[in-house]
Structure formats: structure tokens, C-alpha cells
């Protein structure tokens, strides 16, 4: 597999990252390939990358202690729909997310205000009352819960990858299932060598995992996200590896 003309755009990694970013460039309007394998049918007998998405549950919440996060999570949620959407692929089960610990203790106490000053739904349950409301729990004797019905639950990571892949392709991109063995630079761009050729672009976004075996580099990735830029654009975001 070899492309003929250039590309604007090559996304490494097909995971939960890359496939993300594939979908909003395509969306952009980019010339995008986004390249990685799909997930092995056999693990015995799989020898190559192993994605860290391979699995079916991700709690999703909009509360974070941090601010930032507590951002970052609602502009995702609110996201979900149009994914889906975009892809026939229902990835998230909005089952609520439960938040329980003692109820003398700082970051327990802590989730109630937090909620209320940010707007997030949020429901208090305090010992005999919580255990009326969520009967499972066993032992609720000084406990305080809070819980979040609305806009929380879990997601399928597998089927997420799936979803941006499809929302992706469907907004024109080219989906390349090989592995990425290496990365060379030129004067005019990069090249991305893959198990049956090579892909040619422009600019490369590396959006594989820090322990992934890459490039001929074994040890785990301690800085990355560097941008290498020539006389007038970044060409390549690469990673480096402390040694």
C-alpha cells in the first residue's frame, strides 16, 4: 500500500485519542489518513500493538475535583449524541455515577459544593437515606453519597474508537488498518512506513500510546508532543524517549 500524491494530514493510532482527532479534522475539511490496525480477532495468537481501549467500561462523570476536568468532562458528554449520530454506533449508557465515602472527610463533603457552585444535577444521600436509595450498598453507617443522574454512566471504549472511526471515514478520510513501523522526514514532508508500503503527508500527528513499541524504541516515552517546524509550518509532532 502506497499513496500516490501527498496527503495534508496522517493520524497514528488508531485508539481513543487518534480516531478523535482523525474525526474533528476530517471535519475541519483536512485531507486526513488515519493509520492503525483494528483490534486483534485472536489475542493468543496477536504479536503486534495492543490498544489500551480493548475493554467495555469507562466511568463517565460530569464532577471533578479540578475544574479544568470538570470542563473537559461536560464538553465531552454533551459530544455523545452527535457521535453517535454521526457513526450508527451507540457507545455511552447514561446510568448515573455514584460518589461514596465517609461522611467526615474532606473530598466526600467537598463533592456537594462543588456541584451546586458548577450547576451539576446532584443528589445527597446520607447514611439510612442512602442505603433506601441504593439497597446494593451494604453499609452505609457514616457514609455520605452523591449522586449524578443526569449526563453520567459508562461508555464503551471499543465502541467509541469504533464510532469516531466511522464519523471519521463518513467525513472523508482514509482509514489505513496496518500497524505504523516508521517515520522518516524530508524536505517536503513525511513518510510513514506501514507493513505493505508507505503513506506520504504532510504533516503527522503520533497519537499511539507512550509504551508502545515504535520506531525501533523499546523503553517507556517520558516527554513527547514536541513540534518540529520548518520555514513556515509545523511539519511533524513526534515523540522523543528519555534514555
Not at 83 to 88: D, K, N, P, R, V
Not at 145 to 150: D, K
Not at 180 to 209: H, K, M, Q, Y
Amino acid at each position: 500500500m502506497s499513496t500516490n500524491q501527498a496527503i495534508r494530514l496522517a493520524v497514528i493510532g488508531r485508539g481513543l485519542i487518534g480516531s478523535a482527532a482523525a474525526r474533528h479534522l476530517s471535519k475541519m475539511g483536512h485531507d486526513v489518513a488515519l493509520i492503525g490496525p483494528d483490534e486483534p480477532a485472536d489475542f493468543s495468537r496477536h504479536g503486534g500493538v495492543f490498544g489500551s481501549h480493548y475493554d467495555e467500561g469507562r466511568i463517565t462523570r460530569s464532577y471533578d475535583p479540578g475544574p479544568f476536568w470538570r470542563q473537559a468532562n461536560r464538553a465531552a458528554i454533551s459530544r455523545y449524541g452527535e457521535i453517535s449520530a454521526e457513526s450508527g454506533v451507540e457507545f455511552y449508557r447514561e446510568a448515573g455515577a455514584l460518589h461514596v465515602g465517609h461522611s467526615e472527610t474532606t473530598d466526600v463533603a467537598s463533592i456537594g459544593s462543588i456541584c451546586a457552585e458548577d450547576g451539576i444535577l446532584c443528589e445527597a444521600y446520607h447514611d439510612a437515606g442512602l442505603a433506601e436509595r441504593f439497597p446494593f450498598l451494604k453499609s452505609t453507617a457514616g457514609m455520605q453519597g452523591y449522586f449524578e443522574p443526569r449526563n453520567a454512566g459508562y461508555i464503551s471504549p471499543r465502541r467509541l474508537v469504533r464510532a469516531q472511526t466511522i464519523a471519521a471515514e463518513r467525513a472523508g478520510a482514509r482509514i489505513i488498518d496496518e500497524p505504523a513501523l516508521g517515520i522518516s522526514e524530508s524536505g517536503s514532508g513525511v513518510t510513514i512506513r506501514t507493513r505493505s508500503g508507505s503513506v506520504e503527508a504532510e504533516r503527522v500527528l503520533v497519537a499511539a500510546r507512550q509504551e508502545r513499541k515504535m520506531f525501533g524504541r523499546t523503553r517507556p516515552a517520558r516527554r513527547h508532543g514536541a513540534a518540529r517546524r520548518g520555514p513556515s509550518r509545523a511539519r511533524a509532532v513526534t515523540k522523543f524517549w528519555r534514555t
